[in-house]
């Protein structure tokens, strides 16, 4: 069998709040298996953990119990990370660049360079709807061209795995 996109297993985090340090358990127990090539989605209330599922698995919150693993190595691995590509539930970029600057700086994070990097900044413009925008800044943005630019950017290096938290918010339903 392939090795899982996404394996966690046992999956928790308390944080402690207050000058009392009171327990807020966000997430209890969760056992999570992804295949490669599939879809996945999280459907519950407000508060159920999703985002902090999400945060968990892309080395933004460290878990209380358990453990989780991207493509068989561990969620703080560095050469884990390099496999997402990640859109979190409210983007922000630098407001003085524009949409080029912002994936062209984010590609070359990612290890990407040259006109590798060029041609895929200007079709995935092109993809997300953002191509008549290129030569606005980000701070004339509205927040569903934040949320295109920043789906652009999750896949600006071609990962194998995208996880994407809240991903319609913001855009209209042409967007959606």
Not at 34 to 61: D, H, Q, R
């Amino acid at each position: 069998m392939d090795t899982l996109a996404i394996e966690a297993r046992g999956l928790g985090k308390v944080y402690r709040l207050g000058l009392r340090a009171r327990r807020f358990v966000a997430l209890e127990g969760l056992d999570l298996t992804v295949t490669p090539g599939s879809i996945y989605g999280f459907v519950g209330p407000n508060g159920a953990g999703k985002s902090t599922t999400i945060k968990i698995l892309v080395g933004l919150v460290q878990a209380s119990a358990g453990d989780a693993t991207l493509f068989g190595r561990g969620v703080n691995d560095a050469a884990a990370r390099l496999q997402v590509g990640y859109l979190p539930e409210n983007p922000s970029f630098h407001d003085f660049m524009r949409p080029l600057e912002v994936l062209r700086y984010l590609g070359r994070l990612s290890g990407l360079s040259g006109r590798d990097l060029d041609r895929r900044a200007e079709a995935l413009l092109e993809q997300v709807g953002l191509a008549d925008a290129r030569d606005l800044t980000v701070r004339k943005f509205s927040k569903g061209m934040v949320q295109r630019l920043g789906l652009a950017q999750a896949l600006i290096h071609d990962p194998p795995l995208l996880v994407l938290d809240e991903p319609m918010s913001g855009l209209d339903p042409i967007g959606r």
